[in-house]
């Protein structure tokens, strides 16, 4: 049984799911809640899975981050439209701690070495379908696996280290594909291929994914802004590049590898559809507004990608 304390912040479709599975493989796992706290503290978590449900009548609950007891690794499942909020919800730390992110999006890490020391953050990429469904309720519908690799201010390759295998090592023991990456930040870039064109086309064509794959047109959409991605990803690498390490690069043949597995996944709607159908915020910076930000400094035109941050944005506003 591992003897690392998980906070959880954030007890929706991602934090409700992986700290589920966490608690119920021995973990010592603690959930900091809002609007599901009363529900959650009283009748504990259910997860329809896939892969096995979970049902944990009892759980460790708070509302209040100053009553945790101080952790090991902080497990930050927020949607980054909240990450304002993240120093006033940050549980008490033991030395050492890792602070990890399973956000979407682009930068995250940075926010996050702004709170604690870079040393300490690491990243998690989560390639998941789950959606929370009602209070302290999550039903996880295809996929599970997270990718993880430890943050350096430099955005530079950095090794694995001992404490990201044994966080590797508590997940594989709760039944969390895992695998760890030494290039957290290409990973990051490779997420976005995918996150980019889905996330914002659901929003403005009103479709799941595989109503966005139907139409050859969208098809075709999706995979010009897969290689807007692709080319910003590989042109950012080659500007902080090191003489001494092979070049990072992104084969434009993985936008093709993209849609041929979105095409296998079950029917989807995004989780920033999800967000716009409810009528709350969207991650519309996180996810478009970076990498399109990222691409206007580095001199790259995407017009499909700055079109489509556009029109979210349009529509995201009050």
């Not at 070049?247 to 296998?264: G, K, N, S, V, Y």
Request: charged share 20%.
């Amino acid at each position: 049984m591992s003897a690392k304390r998980y906070a959880i912040i954030g007890t929706g479709a991602i934090g409700g799911y992986y700290g589920a599975r966490l608690q119920q493989s021995g973990c010592d796992v603690h959930f900091l809640l809002r609007s599901d706290y009363d529900h959650v503290k009283k009748q504990g978590l259910v997860v329809e899975s896939v892969d096995g449900d979970i049902t944990l009548p009892q759980v460790n609950a708070y509302n209040n981050p100053a009553d945790m007891p101080p952790m090991d690794v902080v497990v930050i499942a927020l949607k980054t439209t909240q990450n304002h909020c993240l120093i006033e919800l940050m549980p008490p730390l033991k030395e050492g701690a890792i602070v990890l992110t399973l956000q979407n999006g682009l930068g995250i890490e940075d926010e996050l070495a702004q709170l604690v020391l870079p040393e300490q953050v690491m990243g998690g990429l989560c390639f998941i379908c789950s959606n929370k469904v009602g209070q302290g309720h999550i039903h996880h519908l295809d996929y599970g696996k997270v990718q993880l690799g430890a943050y350096s201010a430099s955005h530079q390759k950095r090794a694995l280290t001992v404490t990201m295998m044994e966080i590797a090592d508590d997940f594989r023991a709760a039944k969390i594909p895992i695998n760890v990456t030494d290039d957290l930040f290409m990973a990051r870039w490779r997420k976005l291929v995918w996150n980019v064109p889905y996330n914002g086309l659901s929003v403005v064509l009103d479709a799941t994914t595989n109503e966005l794959m139907a139409d050859e047109e969208v098809r075709s959409q999706i995979h010009t802004l897969m290689t807007e991605v692709i080319t910003i990803a590989n042109t950012w690498a080659a500007t902080i590049a090191d003489a001494a390490v092979p070049l990072r690069q992104i084969p434009m043949t993985f936008a093709t590898d993209m849609l041929a597995a979105t095409t296998r996944m079950k029917p989807y709607r995004t989780s920033m559809k999800i967000d716009f159908d409810a009528g709350r915020p969207l991650e519309v910076e996180a996810i478009l507004g970076n990498p399109v930000r990222a691409a206007d400094k580095l001199g790259i035109a995407t017009p499909q990608m700055k079109k489509l941050y556009h029109q979210v944005k349009q529509l995201s506003s009050p």
